[in-house]
């Protein structure tokens, strides 16, 4: 079906609606133009929908525009980023387990006694005071095999009083020592896959959310989109509603001055009344819907302008062009391409990694705590601090060290259970996967569907809107020969409005099944961008407004 045949006539509050396309299709079709041309001055041709002139007024938007908005304000959008931006921060504290700890202490210790000494064959009672000031320095780095590595010195400083001082070697002593020490976990919490364990779960975990908040963009710009439709149609069912009630307003007055000439009951006239009135209520309920629909649209924008600018309408400038489409219901490039594009179920990939490697560590903690550890040391003793340091300088006393230490809980529940928890959560990773992919296709394959039944919908409407015209018209004209009644003209008006509003609904169900179709097989942005010709930075924090339009 060739776009020049759909009969659809748009207005804006502007001086006319542009027709824009709008071809959320593959790319290698390219759109026909539509070069119908209107003549507002004459009757529409059978088969058209009249522009209108509604009273409407307020600021004109495209669907670039809303688009723009809603990636830049949208409040879900915006806390999705703000994931991003913790997850990220995960990565710093993670990798934060092999920043070198510096350490520094300070201690003053007192202590008082009574000691007995001998002294020239006599036993003398006395107290004894001792003054110790300890200071000490270490740095301690975290290998990737699981050991930690320590540098130190420590002083410590001993003044001696009292009945004890003549038997110290030096008062005040100085004492010294400089040390190196490695432990090394020999089975549990050994090798760089349990140390870089955090690590590697926080960076998938910051891809994961990114994929999330590109497919969070996708939802929103979704939503976006569908409500700006959802608004076309409000208004262009009111367009539609007015019209009717233009038409049973003529229709009665027509009649007011046949009941008047005396060339029909005055029945006729009451029956154009009564329907005058249904149309009436008909236009009043289609005002509500257009505030009804604006209001989602700037929900979904996170309109922060006052309450004068939430009641000021919003006029779409775009229109629902109906472009022919070969869209294969069962198409498997359609599947495969959902799979390597949606960005939700490469987070549910991601899971599955995220619970291997928390297998994997949780398998390699049930073994037993054995750590080895070695240590060298060189110390220094004299009344000074200096000629002490030179001691440990010249390392003329050294020491060293080195043992196993072994630690087993009996029966060691906890590890085990830790085990069998990772089993069942990579388990379940893996039956999210599955799930996902089965709801993937489910709606790919809806979303083709719902694009198929609107292309049949809008073939049948465009000749159901012709039939109910023609039959219209033949109606009048039996009207003004006397061989019809006005219930029957009032009912063939209302089969046409239900037909015209049935053509636009079909167009803008048309519309959201492109926008659906691209968001379900993972490419709306890039759709949205190319078609529109937008550039989206992911990069760029959405609290920093990405807009670039006017000022609304």
Same mark, same amino acid.
């Given at each position: /079906?060739?776009?020049?045949?759909?009969?659809?006539? *748009? #207005?804006?509050?502007?001086?006319? *609606?542009?027709?824009?396309? +709008?071809? +959320?299709?593959? @790319?290698?079709?390219? @759109?026909?133009?539509?070069?119908?041309e209107v003549d507002l001055e004459e009757p529409a041709e059978p088969g058209y929908v009249s522009r209108l002139e509604v009273d409407l007024e307020g600021v004109e938007m495209s669907l670039a525009d809303v688009v723009l908005l809603a990636f830049s304000q949208n409040l879900d959008i915006q806390l999705q980023a703000i994931d991003?931006?913790? =997850?990220?921060?995960?990565?710093?504290?993670?990798?934060?387990?092999y920043d070198p700890v510096l350490g520094a202490g300070f201690s003053h210790t007192e202590r008082q006694q009574e000691i007995t000494q001998r002294q020239a064959g006599e036993t003398i009672t006395g107290t004894s005071e001792t003054r110790t000031e300890s200071y000490s320095a270490s740095l301690s780095q975290l290998i990737p095999s699981g050991a930690t590595a320590s540098v130190g010195f420590t002083s410590d400083r001993t003044t001696l009083r009292g009945a004890r001082e003549p038997f110290a070697v030096?008062?005040?002593?100085?004492?010294?020592?400089? +040390? &190196?020490? $490695?432990?090394?976990? $020999?089975?549990?919490? *050994?090798?760089? /896959? &349990?140390?870089?364990?955090?690590?590697?779960?926080?960076?998938?975990q910051e891809e994961a959310t990114r994929a999330l908040y590109r497919q969070e963009i996708d939802d929103r710009l979704a939503d976006v989109m569908d409500a700006y439709w959802d608004l076309v149609f409000a208004i262009r069912n009111l367009e539609v509603q007015t019209a009717s009630l233009e038409a049973a307003e003529e229709l009665a007055r027509v009649n007011e001055a046949r009941v008047d000439a005396?060339?029909? @009951?005055r029945t006729e006239l009451l029956q154009a009344r009564a329907q005058e009135a249904e149309r009436r209520n008909d236009v009043i309920r289609a005002r509500a819907a257009i505030l009804a629909s604006q209001d989602a649209l700037l929900s979904i924008l996170n309109w922060t302008g006052d309450l004068e600018t939430w009641d000021q309408p919003i006029l779409p400038v775009d229109t629902p062009? $109906?472009?022919?489409? !070969?869209?294969?219901?069962?198409? @498997?490039?359609?599947?495969? /391409?959902?799979?390597?594009? %949606?960005?939700? *179920? %490469?987070?549910s990939e991601l899971g599955i990694d995220i619970a291997k490697i928390n297998q994997d560590v949780a398998r390699w903690q049930r073994l037993p705590e054995l750590n080895a550890f070695v240590e060298l040391g060189a110390s220094g003793f004299d !009344?000074?601090?200096?000629?002490? +340091?030179?001691? &440990?300088?010249?390392?003329?006393?050294?020491?060293? =060290?080195?043992?196993?230490e072994f630690?087993?809980?009996?029966?060691?529940?906890?590890?085990?259970?830790?085990?069998?928890?990772?089993?069942?959560?990579?388990?379940?990773?893996?039956?999210?996967? #599955? %799930?996902?992919? $089965?709801?993937?296709v489910t709606q790919v394959r809806n979303a083709t569907r719902t694009l198929r039944t609107a292309l049949d919908n809008i073939e049948a409407t465009e000749a159901q809107v012709e039939a109910?015209?023609?039959?219209?018209?033949?109606? %009048?004209?039996?009207?003004?020969?006397?061989?019809?009644?006005?219930?029957n003209v009032l009912e063939f008006q209302e089969a046409l409005a239900r037909a015209q509003v049935a053509q636009v609904d079909a167009l803008v169900n048309y519309q959201k099944g492109l926008i659906e179709l691209e968001r379900s097989t993972g490419n709306l942005l890039d759709a949205v961008g190319r078609e529109l010709g937008l550039e989206f930075d992911l990069d760029e924090r959405v609290t920093e407004s990405a807009w670039r339009g006017p000022d609304y």
């Amino acid at each position: /079906m060739a776009a020049n045949q759909i009969p659809f006539v *748009f #207005r804006a509050a502007a001086p006319a *609606f542009l027709l824009a396309a +709008f071809p +959320f299709l593959l @790319p290698a079709q390219e @759109p026909p133009q539509n070069d119908t041309e209107v003549d507002l001055e004459e009757p529409a041709e059978p088969g058209y929908v009249s522009r209108l002139e509604v009273d409407l007024e307020g600021v004109e938007m495209s669907l670039a525009d809303v688009v723009l908005l809603a990636f830049s304000q949208n409040l879900d959008i915006q806390l999705q980023a703000i994931d991003v931006q913790i =997850s990220e921060d995960e990565i710093d504290i993670a990798d934060s387990i092999y920043d070198p700890v510096l350490g520094a202490g300070f201690s003053h210790t007192e202590r008082q006694q009574e000691i007995t000494q001998r002294q020239a064959g006599e036993t003398i009672t006395g107290t004894s005071e001792t003054r110790t000031e300890s200071y000490s320095a270490s740095l301690s780095q975290l290998i990737p095999s699981g050991a930690t590595a320590s540098v130190g010195f420590t002083s410590d400083r001993t003044t001696l009083r009292g009945a004890r001082e003549p038997f110290a070697v030096y008062n005040p002593a100085e004492t010294q020592r400089a +040390f &190196v020490r $490695l432990t090394q976990p $020999l089975l549990r919490n *050994f090798g760089p /896959m &349990v140390t870089n364990r955090g690590l590697r779960i926080s960076r998938i975990q910051e891809e994961a959310t990114r994929a999330l908040y590109r497919q969070e963009i996708d939802d929103r710009l979704a939503d976006v989109m569908d409500a700006y439709w959802d608004l076309v149609f409000a208004i262009r069912n009111l367009e539609v509603q007015t019209a009717s009630l233009e038409a049973a307003e003529e229709l009665a007055r027509v009649n007011e001055a046949r009941v008047d000439a005396g060339v029909a @009951p005055r029945t006729e006239l009451l029956q154009a009344r009564a329907q005058e009135a249904e149309r009436r209520n008909d236009v009043i309920r289609a005002r509500a819907a257009i505030l009804a629909s604006q209001d989602a649209l700037l929900s979904i924008l996170n309109w922060t302008g006052d309450l004068e600018t939430w009641d000021q309408p919003i006029l779409p400038v775009d229109t629902p062009d $109906l472009y022919d489409a !070969d869209i294969e219901l069962q198409d @498997p490039g359609l599947i495969d /391409m959902a799979i390597s594009r %949606r960005q939700d *179920f %490469r987070a549910s990939e991601l899971g599955i990694d995220i619970a291997k490697i928390n297998q994997d560590v949780a398998r390699w903690q049930r073994l037993p705590e054995l750590n080895a550890f070695v240590e060298l040391g060189a110390s220094g003793f004299d !009344d000074n601090r200096s000629d002490a +340091f030179d001691d &440990v300088t010249a390392t003329h006393y050294q020491d060293y =060290s080195y043992g196993l230490e072994f630690r087993y809980p009996i029966p060691n529940r906890r590890a085990r259970a830790e085990y069998r928890q990772s089993q069942h959560r990579h388990d379940r990773a893996e039956v999210d996967v #599955r %799930r996902a992919e $089965l709801m993937l296709v489910t709606q790919v394959r809806n979303a083709t569907r719902t694009l198929r039944t609107a292309l049949d919908n809008i073939e049948a409407t465009e000749a159901q809107v012709e039939a109910a015209q023609e039959t219209l018209e033949s109606e %009048r004209r039996r009207l003004e020969v006397g061989a019809a009644t006005t219930f029957n003209v009032l009912e063939f008006q209302e089969a046409l409005a239900r037909a015209q509003v049935a053509q636009v609904d079909a167009l803008v169900n048309y519309q959201k099944g492109l926008i659906e179709l691209e968001r379900s097989t993972g490419n709306l942005l890039d759709a949205v961008g190319r078609e529109l010709g937008l550039e989206f930075d992911l990069d760029e924090r959405v609290t920093e407004s990405a807009w670039r339009g006017p000022d609304y």
